[in-house]
Structures are given as C-alpha cells and as structure tokens.
C-alpha cells in the first residue's frame, strides 16, 4: 500500500503566480519529509526538507509546510519560474532514516 | 555537488541476456539505494545497502540481485532480462541521518525487447 500519495498528477501556474503542490501521507511513523525537482532524462535532485518537529522550513522561493494531525504537507514555490517547471516528488522517512518512500510526483508546468 | 553516476544512460537488449547496471558514487556514503520507476508512478524500493557486505531486499519484489563489495560501488544485475523488467532504475546515496537527502544518478533507462 502507498504510504506517499500525491493526488494530483499535474499543475498548471502562470510566471509569478504561486504554485502548490500537495502531498498526503499515511504512516504516522514518518519523521522527516523531503521534496525532489526531476527534469526529463535526470535523476531527482533534493530541493527542501522538513523534520517532524517543525512546521514550515523556507528556502528562497521555495516553503515546505508539514500539518501533522492531518498528515499532509505542501510545497509552495513563490514567484513560479518557467525553469521550475519539472516533476516534484514528495518523500518520507521514518526516524533511522534508512529508508525513503515516494509519492507518484506532480508535473508542474509553469507558463510564461 | 553530488557525485553519483550510473551506466548505462540507456540500453536496448534481448529477452534472456545478462545485465548489469553499474552505480558508483565518490562521496563516500555507507547507505546505497536501488529504485525502479515507470512513468507517472513512484519510485520504488528494490534493493539497499547499508554498508560494504550489507544487502538488503526492498518493499518491491525484484527479480534482480545486487551485491557492495566497495563503498562506492553497487551493482545491479539481472540474470535473464525480461519485457516485464522494462523500466527507469534509479541509483541513489546518502550519509543517513537527519537533514542528509538522498543523491540520485541519472538512471538507467531499461528497455528488454
């Protein structure tokens, strides 16, 4: 069973506007969340994390929320850029951080 | 910057053939990740390793085998390539640890005729 789930496959923002993408989770096991940016033909590259204890970890343009009752975190990227467009996935680790899973990622298309 | 490469970026080959994708990262992490991805779906876990001599089965049942006999090498071998095993694989490393990501390859893009 997915324990990572991020229901919408793709999004679409306009240039400045501010892109959300949303990621639910199912093990309250999880202490640490992670978000990766993969471009076509690359392997995912680390953008933000967020340990459990926390609820909001800021980086640039780029804001990780975690809602822990809720067990759901987003990303929020302000101002949206045409080079953001990529898929964003969302993953999780529990406390031994040994192992990763991931959600099935959001295409984010950013239009100029 | 990470330094994690796998090979080969692609290949095309024949059902029964042997392979073997190769992973090697300079950083020297101790945790060594194997993920097998199709298109619009999650990465998942196939195999991991924890250190030199340490292997382990990931939550997906593969059918390949993987072995770490140095640090900042590990292997990924299927005996007798099938269609089914048509897929993206994914290498990935880390220190471990909290705050330490995971650094990923480029990925393996299998295709089994």
């Known amino acids: 069973d997915q324990q990572v789930k991020q229901n919408s496959p793709s999004l679409s923002v306009q240039e400045g506007r501010i892109s959300i993408l949303n990621c639910d989770y199912t093990?309250?096991?999880?202490?640490?969340f992670l978000w990766y940016k993969k471009y076509p033909a690359e392997g995912p590259t680390f953008l933000i994390s967020?340990?459990?204890?926390?609820d909001k970890n800021e980086d640039g343009r780029f804001t990780v929320f975690l809602n822990k009752s809720a067990k759901h975190l987003s990303l929020h990227i302000v101002p949206s850029q045409p080079g953001d467009s990529a898929v964003y996935f969302c993953?999780?680790?529990?406390?031994?951080?040994?192992?990763?899973?991931f959600g099935s990622g959001t295409k984010l298309n950013v239009k100029p | 910057e990470a330094d994690i490469y796998q090979t080969p970026r692609y290949l095309v080959i024949g059902t029964g053939k042997k392979i073997t994708l190769e992973c090697s990262q300079t950083m020297g992490h101790d945790k060594m990740y194997w993920y097998q991805q199709d298109p619009g779906m999650e990465l998942h876990l196939i195999h991991y390793s924890y250190g030199v001599n340490s292997t382990e089965k990931g939550d997906l049942s593969s059918e390949s085998t993987v072995s770490r006999i140095r640090t900042e090498h590990f292997p990924l071998t299927l005996e007798s390539a099938r269609p089914s095993h048509t897929s993206q694989y994914l290498c990935a490393s880390t220190e471990g640890g909290p705050g330490q990501p995971q650094h990923f390859g480029d990925g393996t893009r299998l295709s089994i005729l």
């Open positions: 093990n309250s096991m999880f202490d640490y």
């Open positions: 967020i340990s459990s204890i926390k």
């Open positions: 993953a999780a680790s529990e406390y031994n951080f040994n192992k990763f899973y």
